[in-house]
């Protein structure tokens, strides 16, 4: 059965850093969505897209993030400068067009120090 | 704008007893409603939808959840609960943009 996939499964770094966080989505999927889980907090999206550009972003994904989809099959999100309290889970999801089900990858646990 | 309230952070219950997390919704049009699951360092994994369909939407591993429009209810329920769906719950609706909410999650724990 396919499945969303992420890189690395946990990335630790040092506060400034840049980090990138990688994802495969399931490959016949046209829509993608980054979210994110701080630590005992709920899931919370930051952004979606679709046809190479941002469909949507939530106040979350200021400057500091971006998003690109530099082949045919991977997609990930950057963060320029991390901060301590980007310290979470991202989670990646990818869904059909048009489809109201998103499928989830296994999450990247990102670590700043 | 969407937005779900699961009505408790923590659900306790013996190993065979029913299951009932709680799931309140609100929206401004018939909405599309799910269930996911988060065991313990894994990610989110889809347990059933509701789209505007039956009402009474059955899932994968036995749950099965109502949809309630004039309560704006969305629970989920299981006949008798097994160790293995010790986890966290999200009751989760998806928004005009395509993007999901998030509720605030409930914690299941199954005694033995």
């Known amino acids: 059965e396919p499945e969303v996939t992420q890189t690395p499964s946990h990335q630790v770094t040092q506060m400034g850093q840049e980090v990138i966080l990688r994802c495969v989505p399931i490959?016949?999927?046209?829509?993608f969505y980054w979210y994110r889980q701080i630590l005992g907090q709920k899931v919370e999206f930051l952004v979606s897209?679709?046809?190479?550009?941002?469909?949507?972003k939530s106040e979350i994904f200021d400057d500091q993030f971006s998003v690109e989809r530099p082949d045919g099959s991977n997609f990930t999100l950057k963060i320029r400068s991390t901060k301590l309290e980007d310290s979470a889970m991202y989670f990646c999801a990818s869904s059909e067009p048009f489809s109201n089900e998103q499928f989830f990858g296994p999450g990247t646990r990102l670590t700043v120090l | 704008a969407q937005s779900v309230t699961q009505l408790d952070s923590h659900v306790s219950v013996s190993e065979g007893t029913p299951v009932l997390l709680r799931c309140n919704y609100s929206?401004?049009?018939?909405?599309?409603l799910f269930w996911y699951v988060q065991h313990p360092n894994k990610g989110l994994q889809l347990l059933l939808k509701y789209t505007s369909a039956a009402t009474l939407v059955k899932g994968i591993n036995g749950f099965e959840a109502e949809f309630k429009k004039s309560e704006t209810s969305f629970h989920l329920t299981k006949p008798s609960a097994h160790m293995s769906d010790a986890a966290e719950y999200f009751c989760v609706v998806l928004d005009s943009s395509y993007k999901l909410i998030f509720g605030s999650g409930t914690r299941l724990l199954v005694r033995p």
């Open positions: 490959s016949n999927h046209l829509y």
């Open positions: 929206s401004s049009y018939s909405p599309s």
């Open positions: 897209f679709y046809n190479n550009e941002i469909s949507e």
